[in-house]
């Protein structure tokens, strides 16, 4: 079954850390850029981050530059966006999706079901 699991999410305190992890299982994200969208209550979709599959280059959202970093470990087919300097508008749900258009969001394959970041004090 071909599918993306995201993990790592939870309630943080403002200027807490996080990481997500995104796990791919049947297929290998080698060729594939992986994106990381959130998605808050009463708000658009926004595309937070994208690593690409050729040579890892990344980019950010202006809201998010300076505080979250996307990596990726083909060996362990996972993407991983650790989050820092959290603050409450970066409450949502977070999803990561495979990308086949080089991080031009155009070709989103595979989604995964998301996982919830909470920014609270």
């Known amino acids: 079954q071909v599918q993306l699991v995201e993990s790592g999410g939870g309630l943080v305190q403002p200027g807490g850390s996080l990481r997500l992890s995104c796990v791919a299982s049947g297929f290998t994200l080698d060729y594939y850029s992986i994106v990381w969208f959130r998605q808050a209550p009463g708000k658009e979709r926004e595309g937070v981050s994208c690593i690409s599959s050729r040579d890892h280059t990344t980019n950010y959202a202006d809201s998010v530059k300076g505080r979250f970093t996307i990596s990726r470990e083909n060996t362990k087919n996972t993407v991983y966006l650790q989050m820092t300097s959290l603050q409450p508008e970066d409450t949502a749900v977070y999803y990561c999706?495979?990308?086949?258009?080089?991080?031009?969001?155009?070709?989103?394959?595979?989604w995964g079901q998301g996982t919830q970041v909470t920014v609270s004090s």
């Open positions: 999706a495979a990308d086949a258009s080089d991080c031009a969001y155009t070709s989103l394959e595979v």
